[in-house]
């Protein structure tokens, strides 16, 4: 009998862990009172949007880039992404004395956008609804000799990933649940590796925006399905299909996808600023809006949750979360 072996274990999470050692933030964890009566458990919320950046994706990036050898650096990197893995790899490749080209959406949020570009990277936009990001990509990284990094679909950015679980695990020690926001499947994926490796029971759920529910279909189906590009407020999430090599791990290790509205993720996002006193995109509070609303059904006692990130201009929270946002 032949077995496989995962693309990402619990000895890369650790080795990305050490990689990634002085030059990522080790984020908060930080408890509510208010947050567990509302979930009936006890939540642990490891908030990514402290990290650099301001989402979990510079570690996977920074893990990924750093492993490129000195004439790949000297070439420089190409990423595709929406906006947190742009942020990430241009900051990377800053940190590494390298340039980057990110293929970016037209619609990306524009604090996003210029971020990106002002850690120094060269955008080039395309359509999301019409247009192959990853093919637009890879043609590019093709013409100019570029090192491409997906924001999702490596082994390196995985296991990078899933240092902010091992962190939370680390910090609070053994949990029961372990909630995560997913889009292309690479928080999930890196997450559960790790938590499943240290504690085989825990419970793995993941959440998406109800326009977006393409690892939910697929967990279903057995496969990866597509879905028409989500139009919701999560833009992290607007993804049409599960990454091929992280789906190969979620299908293994993911127990459960949950859905929200994009109603229920503002009133979380409002949740967040009002009640814990921290900023959260939409794709990062899509946890705790399945908490606030009982998406994730009956807890156990002890629940982590990774919140993703927090990039979002004042005027977008205010548009999203104001009082007539409805």
Do not use: W
Request: a negative charge; one cysteine or more.
């Amino acid at each position: 009998m032949t077995t496989t072996t995962p693309p990402v274990t619990l000895d890369d999470v650790r080795d990305a862990a050490a990689r990634l050692k002085g030059v990522a933030h080790r984020t908060p964890v930080l408890r509510s009172s208010t947050l567990d009566a509302l979930a009936g458990a006890e939540i642990f919320l490891k908030c990514e949007n402290f990290q650099r950046v301001g989402a979990f994706k510079f570690r996977g990036a920074y893990n990924a880039a750093s492993r490129l050898t000195p004439e790949q650096l000297s070439r420089g990197i190409a990423a595709y992404s929406s906006g947190n893995h742009a942020q990430a790899v241009a900051l990377a490749a800053r940190e590494l004395g390298t340039t980057a080209v990110i293929v970016m959406p037209e619609d990306a949020p524009p604090s996003k956008r210029a971020a990106t570009a002002g850690y120094g990277a060269e955008i080039v936009t395309y359509d999301r609804y019409t247009g192959d990001r990853v093919a637009i990509a890879e043609t590019l990284a093709a013409e100019r000799g570029l090192a491409l990094i997906p924001p999702y679909e490596h082994p390196h950015v995985m296991a990078g990933q899933g240092t902010a679980a091992l962190e939370l695990l680390e910090e609070v020690g053994e949990l029961d649940a372990l909630l995560t926001p997913v889009g292309g499947g690479g928080l999930m994926a890196g997450s559960a590796t790790a938590a499943k490796s240290l504690y085989p029971g825990i419970r793995t759920l993941g959440v998406e925006p109800e326009a977006g529910d393409d690892t939910k279909r697929s967990l279903e189906a057995g496969r990866r399905i597509s879905v028409p590009v989500p139009r919701t407020i999560a833009d992290g999430q607007a993804l049409h299909t599960p990454g091929e090599l992280t789906f190969s791990v979620n299908r293994r290790l993911l127990d459960e996808v949950v859905l929200v509205t994009d109603d229920e993720i503002r009133d979380a996002m409002r949740f967040a600023f009002e009640r814990l006193k921290i900023v959260v995109e939409p794709s990062g509070a899509t946890p705790l809006a399945a908490l606030i609303n009982g998406r994730a059904g009956t807890l156990p006692r002890r629940v982590g949750v990774i919140i993703s990130g927090g990039n979002i201009d004042a005027g977008r929270f205010g548009e999203l979360c104001g009082s007539d946002a409805r």
